[in-house]
């Protein structure tokens, strides 16, 4: 069984930057293509970046293309999403998401596992 935890929510200014972690027990983590989405109040759950098991795909949602990045650390079982240039839109909760051998779906059906999310709060 495959446990995601995220951590390093909290409450900022818009501009600025936070970084999310995500740490993933059991498994093989190097076979899993992570993920992660969030989900503001009221509204459908988003995509937001991914980062494919081989690494060959990272895709990132247009809303936060060149001022987020995604990155893995396969020795440290841990995907990280840094945040910068924050605005009050990207308020929301953040998960993190995995599935074995993935192709680095844009989908929330494609992720079998998911941690139980940080919030993220940008003030303007």
């Known amino acids: 069984q495959v446990q995601l935890v995220e951590t390093g929510g909290g409450l900022v200014q818009a501009g600025d930057s936070l970084r999310l972690s995500c740490a993933a027990s059991?498994?093989?983590?190097?076979?899993?293509?992570m993920a992660w989405f969030r989900q503001a109040p009221g509204k459908e759950r988003e995509f937001v970046a991914t980062?494919?098991?081989?690494?060959?795909?990272?895709y990132y949602s247009d809303s936060v293309k060149g001022r987020f990045t995604i990155s893995r650390d396969n020795a440290k079982n841990m995907v990280y999403l840094q945040m910068n240039s924050l605005k009050p839109e990207d308020t929301a909760v953040y998960y993190c998401?995995?599935?074995?051998?993935?192709?680095?779906?844009?989908?929330?059906?494609?992720?079998?596992?998911w941690g139980q999310g940080t919030q993220v709060t940008v003030s303007s």
């Open positions: 980062f494919s098991w081989r690494g060959d795909i990272v």
């Open positions: 059991g498994g093989t983590f190097s076979t899993y293509t």
């Open positions: 998401a995995a599935n074995p051998y993935g192709a680095g779906s844009r989908n929330s059906f494609g992720y079998l596992y």
